[in-house]
């Protein structure tokens, strides 16, 4: 067992090791990234195994005994990314045993998060552990220290005060459009899929006076709740393009493999509407929006990175909470440590 | 009683000047210093430098015994009280946010520069009006006019530096005091009306002298005229056609209005040099 222990990996990429372009050529699917997690737990010499896929973090967590494991889990992760070796290497990311620990937790209380301290990471490792374990694919290691991470985070998140002042998306959508609009009451929001960022972020422009809101996604079904809840209207995916001049704000969170929003579709828009903004918020992950739509006059286009990067603006001020939480973390990951260790040694007698 | 006042035109003139550079000053620190922009306290400080200035004018006017716009140094000082009025108006009516900064940097600027350059202030002889009541009304519309393209160069200057911040993906600083780029487009877009429509009134004015006198307007200055006025005219019609907007609009409207102030220079310089322009010089693009 202290050989199990020995080779605890993870293979990562995240917003820190690769930049947007780069990130949203690794974007995997959930059913990819379901069937990577079981193609590695069915090589030999792989215990446990676990992905974390969200839009910023692509991380493999495993347990396995064999010596070249870091060559096999980067072959599989290209294989089936559909990126080079190459890339992944430059943008990525390996650590191992206590390494594993401290990085897990930091990522289940947000510390590694590309908006530090957000609460969402947490969700996304609890469903990623759930579907795991729903595939058998953990064991006693990896069980462990999820949930022990869990434990951790929580325990992080009430000893400090990361998450004060902290901004999520929403927030700095909603200062962006006031900037752009003023007053929101005439604003016409598009939101284009359903995920949660975009509806966070559309609920954030209705409390501020947004009162006209369309949902376009693949499914209509799906377009056509999420339009009840935001008390909006739903439209298909397919007739979003011809009424895009309509439109002030548009929330762009599908997971479409290709963009959706080509330059020449919002040149056209704007010229039909020269003297009215065009505020745009990509946040899917590969993008939605053609980024050099930015380049164009009265259009005002914000992704991830940019949000984000607006959100840590405040970041100094809690520069002393996250180093404290990181602190806490250690413990907890010493502790862990000890812990998987004891076990390994009261095994083996 | 303005006689019997102790200081004269000029020193009230700088005194207004300097609590408009002192607003600026102070709004400028404020920012600086992350600290809640002091909207009452900047309306309060360009009132007292806007009741000197309005002191000074008076002063020159009981002096001149007429509108005192007969040299560069009373002219601007015409423009920056017109500013500085129509910020009183606009100010809080849309509550423009900076507004008051902004006006008191430009007012501060205009106002030092010609109490710094004496040979602005050159004397004149009295009356240069002719006694003429229209070309008087002219003459100050046609002022007044300048002020709103003042604030409508102001308001576009603001709305260059909100796009910028928000192009170039800036969030913190100036960028969060400054109204949207929606509000700063539209005011500019109603004000560049106004301020069309009062010059087009002023040169209509003009106009009934200049057909009864035509020998009396040299000919550069009313070209002068002409031309900042069919300049405003044509920025404003393509901005109705929607065919400038935003920030091409926001340059030409900054374009022309220093193109207007820097016209004044030369067109008073013609008036100086010219024998037969006395009441005429009114038409001048002031």
Known sequence: MSEVLQSLFVLGSTHHEAPLEVRERMAITPAIAAALRQELNELEGVRECLVVNTCNRLEVYGLANSKNIETIVRDQLCTHSGVSRALLDAHSFWHTNLDVLQHALEVSTGLDSQMIGETDILGQMKNAYADARAAQCTGVVLNRLFEKSFQAAKSARTQTRITRGQVSIGNVAVDLASRIFGHLRDSRVLLLGSGDVAEKTAQSLKSRGVADITVASRTFENSHALAHRLGGAAIELSDFSAQLKRFDIVISSTTAPNMLIERAMIASAIKQRPDRPFFLIDVALPRDIDPTADSLENVYLYNLDDLSAIANENLELRKAEIEQARTILKGHAWNLWLQLRRRTIMAEH | ?286
């Open chain 2, 1 to 286: 009683m303005l006689q019997e006042i102790a200081f004269s035109a000029r020193e009230a003139m700088a005194v207004g000047t300097s609590f408009y550079l002192g607003a600026l000053f102070f709004g400028v620190v404020m920012i600086l210093l992350r600290k809640p922009y002091p909207r009452a306290i900047m309306f309060a400080v360009l009132a007292a430098g806007f009741t000197c200035q309005t002191l000074g004018l008076n002063l020159r006017g009981a002096e001149i015994k007429g509108c005192p716009l007969g040299n560069i140094f009373e002219i601007s000082q015409f423009i920056v009280w017109s500013l500085v009025l129509l910020y009183f108006i606009i100010g809080p009516a849309f509550r423009l946010r900076l507004l008051g900064l902004f006006t008191a940097g430009l007012a501060g600027l205009l106002s030092s520069i010609a109490l710094l350059i004496p040979a602005w202030d050159g004397s004149y002889p009295a009356g240069i009006f002719g006694g003429n009541p229209w070309i008087e009304l002219h003459a100050a519309l046609a002022i007044f006019s300048y002020g709103i393209f003042a604030i409508v160069a102001l308001v576009s200057a603001m709305f260059l530096i909100q796009q910028r911040g928000l192009k170039k993906k800036q969030f913190k600083g100036v960028y969060q005091h400054l109204p949207s780029v929606q509000q700063l487009d539209i005011m500019a877009k109603r004000l560049l009306i106004t301020g069309v429509l009062v010059l087009s009134a002023a040169l209509l004015f003009g106009a009934v002298f200049w057909i009864n006198h035509p020998e009396r307007v040299p000919v550069f200055k009313l070209s002068v005229t002409c031309l900042v006025w069919a300049g405003y005219l044509a920025v404003m019609v393509l901005r109705l056609q929607q065919r400038l907007v935003t920030r091409h609009h926001a340059l030409a409207s900054i374009a022309l209005f220093i193109f207007a102030l820097a016209s004044l220079w030369p067109v008073q310089s013609a008036r100086e040099t010219d024998p037969l322009d006395e009441p005429a010089a009114l038409l001048a693009p002031e």
